[in-house]
């Protein structure tokens, strides 16, 4: 038989061993395999290794997975296909003659990047390698400029087709589509507070972010023309977009149809040959193989504490707090941004929502003023992905910081790219408090849709 330890205890040396390994630099995915694997051993017999497969197998086999590889794939050819650039090419003439208006085209493709871009990274790094050369020949200063290509970066983790959303929803056991159509609002508003911010700060002092002189101007004609590049890819963003919060089609069939729209997309720009579809494909492997190794790995070790009485153990804890149903969930959303600085995404998502959400369930729709349950879990799936975004921000291991580390010029130092992250920051925390006071922000949209 294995060893029996206070559940106490057993949390602090699981999670505390799981934090030290992450520091020493091992990557997340083998820890948490690892680990949980050690455990069952010490703590259980050979019987409890069978949690193993039962607990990987369901992911496997999980229909609503497919679509992570799909829409990987989908923004891998896209950005392969140049689209991107051409792009924020187009906003940016468009914007341009604004104040502060490169920074306010930067957050702006992001948006629009995001709705085709399921990854963080992918519209960080592009964004810094386009965007920041541009807006810092034009005079602007590099701390509005690199603030706002973070933020609009962190876009892609809220707004569909969100990978973060999927995998919450397949871990919540809830409905992908309705979480995809709860986050459209949210993203909308954090991605006007951060155009609204760049303008304005660039308006009060045009020093920061100068328009771009008349002779780089376009005019309404050229406008037009160089909308007409972007149909594509917008028609695209639309049609994939539009079939889900139709109800045509699941999120799965939609990431096909937008695979497929990609090559289109791509042969209409006379970018579809073999090694774009080759780099594209590997993109995806790597992606895919690292979220899903990361999801057998926390599945395990969650399943293994919970297993132990971790549920229970937490459930007290935070009932012990006396803190009462709003107290535990700002409490939770502050553990979250914590974890956000020092674990990723998928294994917050999978360390934290397994727990967090029966905690939810269990105060009950009526004390956060909620009509019913359905209403509960979609509007703390959609608070959770709004907390996510503020991980990547977060000094010291933000994910953001460090991508874009890697493409700016070397005389910018770390310091500056944490301090332009911070208003951003701020502005992250309004957009969730304001999510977390008026739940109608996340919940009216796909009650319209799906009544």
Known sequence: ?????????????????????????????????????????????????????SRIFPLMTNYQLSAIPLFIFMAAMLERAGIINDMFDV???????????????????????????????????????????????????PKIAMGSIMAGGTLGILIPPSILAIIYAVVAEQSVGELFIGAVIPGLMLSTFYIGYCVLRCTIDPTLGPPIPLEER??????????????????????????????????VEAAGIGTFGAFIVAAIHRKLDWPTVREACLTTLKASAMVIWIMF?????????????????????????????????????????????????????LLCVPIFVPII???????FGLDSPDDLVLWFG???????????????FGYALFYLRG??????????IFKSALPFLGLQVLG???????????????RLVYG
């Open 297 to 349: 790995g926390a599945t395990i070790f969650v399943g293994l504490y919970v297993l132990e009485g971790g549920q229970q153990f937490v459930q007290e804890s935070l009932a012990a707090t006396g803190l009462g149903p709003w107290g535990i969930l700002i409490l939770m959303q502050i553990l979250l941004v914590i974890l956000g600085m020092f674990l990723d995404w998928v294994g917050i998502l």
């Open 218 to 251: 376009v005019s309404n004609r050229d406008k037009l023309r160089l909308l007409g590049n972007m149909a594509a890819p917008i028609a695209l963003i639309v049609v994939v977009l539009g079939v889900i919060f139709s109800g045509v089609a699941t999120p």
């Open 432 to 446: 969730l408090g304001i999510a977390m006071m008026f739940p109608q922000v996340i919940i009216w949209l796909p």
């Open 1 to 53: 038989m294995g060893i029996e330890i206070g559940i106490g205890w057993l949390t602090l040396i699981m999670f505390g061993s799981l934090l030290a390994l992450l520091m020493a630099g091992l990557p997340l995915a083998f820890v948490t395999g690892g680990l949980a694997t050690v455990f069952l051993w010490v703590l259980g017999d050979a019987q409890a290794l069978n949690i193993v497969p």
């Open 382 to 396: 959609v608070l959770y992905l709004v907390n996510m975004q503020m991980s990547f921000l977060s000094p010291p």
């Open 91 to 141: 906003i940016y003439k468009i914007l341009g003659g604004v104040k502060g208006g490169l920074a306010a085209a930067t957050v702006l493709a992001s948006t629009i990047l995001a709705a085709m871009v399921g990854v963080i990274g992918a519209a960080v790094v592009t964004m810094g390698i386009i965007a920041l050369p541009a807006m810092l020949a034009r005079g602007y200063d």
């Open 361 to 367: 369930k269990a105060l009950g729709a009526q004390s």
């Open 407 to 416: 493409v700016a010029p070397p005389e910018i130092p770390m310091s500056d």
